[in-house]
T-cell receptor, first 114, second 116 residues
Framework: AQTVTQSQPEMSVQEAETVTLSCTYD???????LFWYKQPPSRQMILVIR??????QNATENRFSVNFQKAAKSFSLKISDSQLGDTAMYFC???????????FGGGTRLMVKP | EPEVTQTPSHQVTQMGQEVILRCVPI?????FYWYRQILGQKVEFLVS????????KSEIFDDQFSVERPDGSNFTLKIRSTKLEDSAMYFC??????????????FGQGTRLTVV
């Protein structure tokens, strides 16, 4: 079974600054997919960024980028130029190679301060 | 833009009653999922469904839970005899399947289930 750990329950950052959210996971699979989801107060789950394990290049989506370290089983999310609208819960998630089970970490509550 | 829709948005039910949560996945998607999130806790996988059968399920998904795709568009989660601890937000999700770009799970807005 897979486990996903987010060691930072809460973080805060000043508007326009950069923040990094940590995620580690444990699996015996060699290929899989990793995601960061954002959950604003509305509780909708919104995909932020995805990474395929066999790709060495780190994924980037506008202000969001990841640092994927496969050997260390680490998948951190960097948010640059933080905006007030980035305030939300952020969940790291692992999708197995079969694509039939998405396992979430415990979440990090991010507060962006003006 | 296509989206996953869930009804109702909020359901209040008496303990011991049966409840059915409904979802309409995105039309060309092949994989369907149910997750739950107890308030303040992590999102937990319940079950995945593919090709009209359960593909994977967690230990949470016991005999009181069942899923069905009755008409090719709806995807339902039934809880036969609700308990207080079933109170949670239930999320439906769907994805096109495996492979680059098709593994992303799109989530519905959730159904808040309150068992009293």
């Amino acid at each position: 079974a897979q486990t996903v750990t987010q060691s930072q329950p809460e973080m805060s950052v000043q508007e326009a600054e950069t923040v990094t959210l940590s995620c580690t996971y444990d699996t015996s699979e060699s290929n899989y997919y990793l995601f960061w989801y954002k959950q604003p107060p509305s509780r909708q789950m919104i995909l932020v960024i995805r990474q395929e394990a066999y790709k060495q290049q780190n994924a980037t989506e506008n202000r969001f980028s990841v640092n994927f370290q496969k050997a260390a089983k680490s998948f951190s999310l960097k948010i640059s130029d933080s905006q007030l609208g980035d305030t939300a819960m952020y969940f790291c998630a692992f999708l197995n190679n079969a694509g039939n089970m998405l396992t979430f970490g415990g979440g990090t509550r991010l507060m962006v301060k003006p | 833009e296509p989206e996953v829709t869930q009804t109702p948005s909020h359901q209040v039910t008496q303990m011991g009653q049966e409840v059915i949560l409904r979802c309409v996945p995105i039309s060309n998607h092949l994989y369907f999922y149910w997750y739950r999130q107890i308030l303040g806790q992590k999102v937990e996988f319940l079950v995945s469904f593919y090709n009209n059968e359960i593909s994977e399920k967690s230990e949470i998904f016991d005999d009181q839970f069942s899923v069905e795709r009755p008409d090719g568009s709806n995807f339902t989660l039934k809880i036969r005899s609700t308990k207080l601890e079933d109170s949670a937000m239930y999320f439906c999700a769907s994805s096109r399947g495996q492979g680059l770009g098709s593994t992303e799970a799109f989530f519905g807005q959730g159904t808040r289930l309150t068992v009293v």
